[in-house]
């Protein structure tokens, strides 16, 4: 795994070696930063469920002013930090539930990056919860990695655009 593009493109994460986490491809990666190239730089990110943060730390590289990384997993968050220190980027890596995380207030974000395990059933009630704290700016960008075949009630967010990459699926949803 790498970093795409940007300030650090080339630049590689450390090896995962934690079998809980399943990484996005740098081909999804690339799609999706691609796609959201002119409306990361200086955006407020959101990363939940971060995994190794390669998400969070793909939208760093290419500007994004902030990113709150999240994941309940101990070796997950570490792994986040350390891939964060080993790239010379400084950012905050909560280690705690995302459903108490995003409780606290937060402010609103721009993009929020959502990317729960598979099947677990968290992306339902992680949209409820995003929608009635309010923590997306009006012209603010959801999206939602997910399983081709899995389907979901994104209400009351808006599907703006879906792009299927193999087995994966970006939703990128808006209010």
Same mark, same amino acid.
């Given at each position: 795994?790498?970093?795409?593009?940007g300030?650090?493109?080339?630049?590689?994460?450390?090896?995962?070696?934690?079998?809980?986490?399943?990484?996005?491809?740098?081909k =999804?990666?690339? +799609?999706?930063?691609? $796609?959201?190239?002119?409306?990361?730089? &200086?955006?407020?990110? *959101?990363d /939940?469920?971060?995994?190794?943060?390669?998400?969070?730390?793909?939208?760093?590289?290419?500007?994004?002013?902030?990113?709150?990384?999240?994941?309940?997993?101990?070796?997950?968050a570490?792994?986040?930090?350390?891939?964060?220190?080993?790239?010379?980027?400084?950012?905050? =890596?909560?280690? +705690?539930?995302?459903? $108490?995380v995003?409780?606290?207030?937060? &402010?609103?974000?721009? *993009?929020? /990056?959502?990317d729960?395990?598979?099947k677990?059933?968290?992306?339902e009630?992680?949209?409820?919860?995003?929608?009635?704290?309010?923590l997306?700016?009006?012209?603010?960008?959801?999206?939602?990695?997910?399983?081709?075949?899995?389907?979901?009630?994104y209400?009351?967010f808006?599907?703006?655009?879906?792009k299927?990459?193999g087995t994966i699926?970006?939703?990128?949803?808006?209010?």
């Amino acid at each position: 795994m790498r970093v795409v593009s940007g300030t650090k493109k080339g630049k590689r994460l450390l090896e995962n070696k934690c079998s809980h986490i399943r990484p996005t491809t740098d081909k =999804v990666k690339q +799609a999706l930063f691609t $796609k959201l190239q002119f409306f990361v730089e &200086g955006a407020r990110v *959101l990363d /939940l469920f971060c995994g190794t943060g390669a998400l969070g730390i793909e939208a760093l590289s290419r500007g994004a002013s902030e990113v709150i990384f999240v994941d309940n997993n101990v070796k997950s968050a570490s792994l986040t930090k350390a891939n964060l220190k080993n790239l010379g980027l400084v950012s905050k =890596v909560v280690t +705690a539930d995302a459903s $108490k995380v995003i409780k606290k207030s937060w &402010g609103k974000f721009d *993009l929020i /990056l959502l990317d729960p395990p598979y099947k677990s059933g968290l992306y339902e009630p992680t949209l409820k919860q995003i929608y009635e704290q309010q923590l997306l700016n009006e012209e603010g960008i959801i999206v939602c990695e997910h399983a081709k075949e899995d389907t979901f009630d994104y209400s009351p967010f808006k599907v703006a655009d879906e792009k299927r990459y193999g087995t994966i699926m970006l939703t990128y949803l808006t209010l």
